[in-house]
Structures are given as structure tokens and as C-alpha cells.
């Protein structure tokens, strides 16, 4: 029995493709030798899918999790994106900083921090770069 995330997937497909009953399920019987997708296994839900790629189906990627960036006033949009640039450095969303936020200063998001403890965050960005070799030292 498959998962029910490949069932769906299977199901968005046969919309996509606008395949009647019969079609789809004629499929189902040439690919997989099933007569209902509930019937196939993690073996033959491969052999479906390429068939309905084969046919034009296209996947929508997968949402991208996070939320947006902050928008911080002027005057410290400067250490905001030095933030937002060491977090994709090192393939972070913002939630990281915002959990940062939450350990160091028991603020909920980084757009409540003020000067001072936007810098120390900042700061310790830094420091875990460098950790990790991500940060020349001759920048810092």
C-alpha cells in the first residue's frame, strides 16, 4: 500500500492530464497490472508516475517553508540583510534567527529586536560562520 501523499499525487496527475476513468485505469492496468491505485505498492507507483510524465504530467515543486524577511525601517536595513545573507550562507530560514532571538533575548521574532540586540545576534552569526568556515576572518 502506498502513502497517502502518492495517492493524491497520483490523483492530481489524472487531473492534470484530464484522463477519463477508463483511461486512467487502463493505465493503471498497463504499468502496474492494478485496477485501483490503492492496489499498487511502493514498487509500482514508480512505473505509474513515469507514465504520466511521460504524458505531460508536471509535478508542482514543493512549497518552499519559511516566512517572508523582515522589513525592517531604514536604519537598520544595513545589519538586517548581513543577517539575511549569513542565514543563506549557511542554508537557514528565517525561523532560525527568529529561535535565535527567542534563546538570546526571549523576543519572539527578529524584527522585535532593538539596535542592541539585533548587533549581539548579528554578532553570533558571525561567530558560528567563522566556526564553520564560512567567514573570512579578514572581513570581521
Do not use: C
Not at 524584527?111 to 573570512?136: C, E, T
Request: aromatic content about 6%; overall charge positive.
Amino acid at each position: 500500500m502506498i502513502t497517502k501523499g502518492k495517492l493524491a499525487q497520483i490523483h492530481i496527475a489524472k487531473a492534470q492530464l484530464g484522463l477519463s476513468d477508463e483511461e486512467y485505469r487502463a493505465i493503471l492496468a498497463r504499468t502496474a497490472g492494478v485496477s485501483s491505485a490503492k492496489e499498487l505498492t511502493n514498487r509500482t507507483v514508480g512505473g505509474v508516475m513515469f507514465e504520466f510524465r511521460r504524458l505531460g504530467f508536471e509535478p508542482k515543486p514543493a512549497k518552499k517553508a519559511g516566512r517572508k524577511a523582515p522589513n525592517p525601517p531604514a536604519t537598520r536595513q544595513a545589519e538586517m540583510g548581513k543577517v539575511e545573507a549569513l542565514l543563506a550562507e549557511a542554508g537557514r530560514a528565517w525561523a532560525y534567527a527568529d529561535g535565535m532571538a527567542k534563546n538570546m533575548f526571549k523576543v519572539d521574532r527578529v524584527d522585535f529586536l532593538d539596535d542592541s540586540q539585533l548587533h549581539k545576534l548579528l554578532q553570533a552569526l558571525i561567530i558560528d560562520a567563522k566556526r564553520q568556515g564560512r567567514y573570512p576572518d579578514d572581513l570581521a
